[in-house]
């Protein structure tokens, strides 16, 4: 199939967690890509908040997909997730491995706890930790206490896998958006000490060949 395919082009950052997310997606259906790197900047040429970038993605945020086969232009990493899902994983290799009611409630609650709170709240710890010009223990605070009250989530929905996988059956896509963002614990001064499902789990997740293959064509 991927013969017949014209590379994707996806749009990334060589550190931020969310390209990589798409990346081990396109890697899992055998999907080819081009990687383009932007940088953080609002330079023209080069940044995310310049206005080259901003005609493919007006919200200045990486990642973004291109695609030559349907025309088609995605940001928002679930988005482009879900649009590569239902273009490309016409055999249901990394979609939800049941069909119940139940089973579709599952692999989007997780997608979303990701993508609206657990994503979140660590890029914040990570900005109150290196970025932000002031120091703000306050928020800093607030913002690891919530990462750890996810990570405790997470733990506690792994149990149910013995850290296999976060939804029973296999790995999936839901679990190609956590791998990213739990990858950069020590990054955002997080410990994964209390949570050794979660460390079991990001141990299996670095072996899968989908996952080492995105990283090295994103990160190099
Ligand atoms: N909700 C967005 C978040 C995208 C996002 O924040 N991407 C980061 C890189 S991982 C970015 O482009 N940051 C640029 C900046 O903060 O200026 C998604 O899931 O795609």
């Given at each position: 199939?991927?013969?017949?395919?014209k590379p994707l082009l996806l749009h990334a950052h060589s550190s931020g967690p969310n390209p990589v997310k798409v990346a081990i997606a396109l890697e899992a259906l055998h999907v080819p890509y081009t990687v383009k790197q932007w940088d953080f900047s609002d330079n023209p040429n080069t940044g995310v908040k310049g206005a080259k970038f901003l005609k493919v993605n007006e919200n200045g945020r990486v990642p973004a997909i291109e695609d030559p086969n349907t025309g088609v232009v995605a940001w928002e990493s679930g988005a482009c997730m879900n649009y590569i899902r239902r273009v490309y994983d016409k055999g249901n290799i990394i979609g939800p491995s049941g069909d119940s009611a139940q089973d579709l409630v599952d692999f989007e609650k997780w997608?979303?706890?990701?993508?609206?709170?657990?994503?979140p709240m660590m890029g914040q710890t990570n900005w109150f930790k290196h970025f932000n010009a002031q120091k703000n223990n306050d928020a800093l605070e607030r913002y690891t206490a919530q990462s750890y009250r996810c990570y405790d989530v997470l733990?506690?929905?792994l149990k149910r896998t013995r850290g296999e996988s976060i939804l029973p059956g296999r790995v999936t896509a839901v679990?190609?958006?956590f791998e990213p963002w739990i990858r950069g614990y020590s990054f955002a001064g997080l410990s994964l000490y209390k949570?050794?499902?979660?460390?079991?789990w990001l141990g299996l997740m670095e072996t899968r060949e989908e996952v080492k293959e995105a990283y090295h064509k994103v990160r190099g």
């Open positions: 199939m991927a013969g017949h395919i997608e979303y706890f990701l993508l609206s709170t657990l994503g733990e506690g929905q679990d190609y958006h949570h050794p499902l979660i460390l079991k």
